[in-house]
């Protein structure tokens, strides 16, 4: 959220049905070049992966990530870059909100520790009420 009630919009992929995530959270931790880990059950479904990828170009988390995290927990789940930015718009992730590079470049730079995120399921996302819950709940995240 910007000053006055504005937000700046990014186009984003989702994660896949079985594997999307909507709810509350904050940011726990930041990373420029994310190493990634994949997860046992991305293990399962994606076939045999290495057991990490050190951060850069090739890597599928792009150049920043932002870990969110519940109750001081990490949820696994991230708000990223990628490395295959011409699946922004679809719902093909394992969960995480995936952005271009250039606009995860730009978010990390507007957000911080502690910045809540509010993670809206199918069809609350462009309704007047679900931007308005929204802006409740990251001001209750806030407090």
Not at 74 to 89: A, K, V
Not at 100 to 110: F, K, Q, V
């Amino acid at each position: 959220m910007l000053p006055q009630g504005k937000a700046i919009r990014y186009g984003i992929a989702v994660g896949e049905d079985a594997q999307a995530w909507t709810g509350l959270a904050k940011v726990g931790r930041m990373e420029e070049w994310p190493g990634w880990v994949p997860t046992p059950s991305e293990q399962r479904r994606l076939g045999p992966l290495p057991a990490y990828v050190t951060g850069g170009p090739h890597n599928p988390l792009g150049a920043r990530g932002m870990y969110l995290y519940s109750n001081n927990k990490d949820t696994l789940y991230r708000i990223h870059g990628t490395n295959q930015p011409e699946y922004i718009g679809s719902a093909v992730s394992s969960g995480c909100i995936r952005m271009t590079n250039e606009d995860s470049i730009d978010l990390y730079a507007r957000v911080k520790i502690g910045t809540p995120v509010v993670v809206l399921g199918p069809g609350h996302g462009d309704s007047p009420w679900g931007a308005r819950m929204a802006a409740s709940a990251a001001q209750s995240a806030r407090n």
